[in-house]
C-alpha cells in the first residue's frame, strides 16, 4: 500500500510567482532537493485539480501531469550545464499550475472498506460523468493504490475513451514507467475528473482476433500506410480528429474484408515507425501538435495494453490513433520504412540551431548514440513546450523498444526540437529558463 504523509512543512513551492521562479529557486534551496524529492513537491501542487480554468489555459492543465512525469524522466538523461535550467522548467510548471486557476477544494471524508470497493466507485463516477463521486474516490484511491493497481484498475476502462483527449492512457503509462512507486496522491483527481467528463465520446471497437506467428505486423502497416488522406475536422482537438477520420471511412482499411480487426500475437511496437516518419514526412505545421500526439497517443495505448482485458483492442486502438493523424493532417501517401534523410556535415549541436530537415538528419546519422541521447535529452528538458519533453522521451522509450530503428526515433525527436528553437514560445517566463 502506498501512502504519501505530509511532514507538516510547507510545501516551498508554493506560492511561487511565474516571474520570480530563477530568484527564488535559489533562495529558496531548491537546488539542495534531490531530484525525486522536487518532482514529489512539484505533484503535490499538480496533483491539485483547478476549481475554475481559463480556456486558453486548459491545454497546460491537461498535460500539467504528463509533463511533470516526463520532465522527471528526462532528468536521468540531462548532461551536467543542463540541469539547473531541467529543473528550473519543473519549479516553473508547479508555478505556471498554481496561477492557472484557484485550487478545487477537497472532497467530504469518505472511507472506503478495500481498494476494490474504491475502485468501483472510481469507475462508476466516470461512467456517470458524477465529478463529486470521481474526486471523492480519487482522494482515497490515490493515497492507497500502487500504479500498477492504478493501471489494472482503469486501462479497460480509460483505453478507447476520447474524454481528456485521450490522454489518460499517457497519464497510465509514464506513472507506471517513471515512478512504479507512486507520487503523492498519484495525481489522480486531475486526471479522473478529465476522464470523467464527456466520457461517452469513445472509439468503436471491431470485433478483434489473434493471428498466431504475426509478431511483425508488415500487413498492418501496409494497412496503415493506405488511409487516404480526408482533411482537417472543423473543430479542434483529438476527439474531433478521430471522429472526422471515422465517419469518413479511414478505419475500414484498418479491418479485414470480414470487418474483424487482426492483431499480431506480440505488441507491434513496430507499428510506432509510422508515427516517427510522420514526423519527418508529414506537413511540418502539424509537427508540434500533430505528429507529436501521432507517437504518444498510440505508445500509451500499446503501453498499457497488458493490463487491458483485450491486448488485441490496445493495438487496434493504437493504430486508430495512427490512421487519424495521418488521415487528418497527411499528405500522400507515408513511405514507412524506406524513408532515410541525406546525411549532412554538420553535428547534433549545431544542427538544431540551423533547421529541423537538418536536425534529424544529423541525429539519424550521427555515431555516438549516448551523445546524442543526452543532447535531444537535455535540450527538450530545457525547453517550454510539453509537447516537446512528452514527445523526445516517447522517441527515447521507442528507440530502447525498437533498437534497429533507433536512429529513425531519434531523427524523429530532433527534428521536433530544432522546429521549437526556430519557433520560440512568445508566452515562455524569459526567467524560468536561466542557464
Known amino acids: 500500500m502506498v501512502m504519501f504523509r505530509s511532514s507538516g512543512s510547507v510545501n516551498p513551492l508554493l506560492d511561487l510567482a511565474e516571474g520570480d ?51 522527471s524522466a528526462l532528468l536521468a538523461y540531462v548532461d551536467g550545464a543542463g540541469r539547473r535550467r531541467a529543473r528550473l522548467r519543473i519549479v516553473s510548471l508547479a508555478a505556471a499550475y498554481q496561477a492557472s486557476g484557484p485550487p478545487l477544494a477537497a472532497p467530504p471524508p ?106 511483425m505486423p508488415a500487413g498492418l502497416v501496409e494497412s496503415m500506410a493506405r488511409v487516404p488522406v480526408v482533411g482537417r475536422p472543423e473543430q479542434s482537438g483529438i476527439a474531433a480528429m478521430v471522429e472526422h477520420a471515422r465517419d469518413r471511412g479511414a478505419f475500414a482499411y484498418l479491418l479485414d474484408t470480414d470487418g474483424t480487426f487482426s492483431a499480431p500475437d506480440a505488441l507491434p511496437v513496430m507499428l510506432l515507425r509510422f508515427a516517427a516518419q510522420a514526423m519527418l514526412q508529414g506537413p511540418p505545421e502539424a509537427a508540434a501538435y500533430g505528429w507529436t500526439h501521432c507517437l504518444t497517443l498510440s505508445q500509451a495505448a500499446l503501453a498499457i495494453a497488458p493490463a487491458c482485458t483485450s491486448t488485441s483492442d490496445a493495438v487496434y486502438i493504437a493504430s486508430v490513433y495512427l490512421a487519424a493523424h495521418w488521415a487528418t493532417l497527411g499528405q500522400g501517401r507515408l513511405d514507412v520504412d524506406g524513408y532515410v534523410p541525406e546525411p549532412v556535415d554538420s553535428d547534433l549541436g549545431a544542427s538544431l540551431l540551423a533547421s529541423p530537415g537538418q536536425a534529424a538528419s544529423a541525429a539519424w546519422h550521427g555515431g555516438d548514440r549516448g551523445d546524442t541521447v543526452s543532447r535531444l ?58 542557464a
Not at 527564488?24 to 476549481?51: F, I, N, S, T, W
Not at 486531475?190 to 478483434?208: F, G, M, V, Y
Not at 525527436?413 to 529558463?433: E, F, K
Request: aromatic letters at 6%; a negative charge; one cysteine or more.
Open 21 to 71: 521562479v530563477a530568484e527564488e529557486y535559489d533562495r529558496r534551496g531548491l537546488g539542495e532537493l534531490a531530484d525525486h524529492r522536487l518532482v514529489e513537491l512539484a505533484a503535490e501542487v499538480v496533483g491539485v485539480p483547478r476549481a475554475e480554468i481559463a480556456s486558453e489555459s486548459y491545454s497546460f492543465v491537461l498535460h500539467a501531469p504528463l509533463e511533470l512525469m516526463a520532465r
Open 110 to 215: 469518505h472511507d472506503f472498506a478495500s481498494l476494490d470497493d474504491a475502485a468501483a466507485a472510481l469507475v462508476d463516477s466516470v461512467e456517470h460523468e458524477d465529478l463529486d463521486g470521481v474526486d471523492t474516490a480519487a482522494v482515497w484511491l490515490g493515497a492507497r493504490i500502487r500504479p500498477d493497481q492504478l493501471s489494472a484498475v482503469l486501462a479497460d476502462h480509460s483505453i478507447d475513451r476520447l474524454s481528456a483527449a485521450g490522454h489518460a492512457n499517457i497519464y497510465l503509462q509514464l506513472l507506471a514507467r517513471n515512478h512504479p512507486r507512486g507520487l503523492p496522491q498519484q495525481m489522480l483527481r486531475h486526471p479522473a475528473r478529465e476522464l470523467a467528463k464527456r466520457s461517452d465520446r469513445r472509439i468503436s471497437l471491431p470485433p478483434t482476433r489473434i493471428r498466431v506467428g504475426r509478431g
Open 377 to 434: 535529452a537535455t535540450s527538450a528538458a530545457g525547453a517550454h513546450d510539453a509537447h516537446c519533453v512528452k514527445y523526445t522521451l516517447a522517441c527515447l522509450d521507442a528507440a530502447a523498444a525498437d533498437p534497429t530503428h533507433a536512429p529513425l526515433y531519434l531523427a524523429a525527436a530532433a527534428y521536433l526540437n530544432a522546429w521549437w528553437i526556430q519557433h520560440p514560445d512568445p508566452s515562455d517566463p524569459p526567467t524560468d529558463h536561466t
